[in-house]
């Protein structure tokens, strides 16, 4: 794996500890606009991945409709 796509995990993973729902969603886009400054980018399904780890049934759907929400930005952006 890419040393900076790792270390952006690391990052994102460490800042969503203890955070949830609406307070996911500007780490998600830091997240996402750091890799594309780096030409990387993230499937949902990692990104999804990254924001899960640690959370509970309810907070991981709130995860899956920020998730979503923002993979619809994107793909609008395009």
Do not use: C
């Amino acid at each position: 794996m890419d040393p900076i796509k790792l270390e952006l995990i690391k990052m994102a993973a460490a800042q969503t500890a203890g955070k949830s729902g609406k307070d996911l969603a500007p780490i998600l886009f830091a997240l996402i606009t750091n890799a594309g400054k780096h030409n990387i980018q993230f499937s949902p399904e990692e990104i999804t991945l990254i924001l899960k780890e640690g959370k509970s049934d309810a907070e991981k759907a709130q995860i899956d409709r920020t998730v979503n929400m923002a993979a619809s930005m994107l793909k609008k952006k395009a």
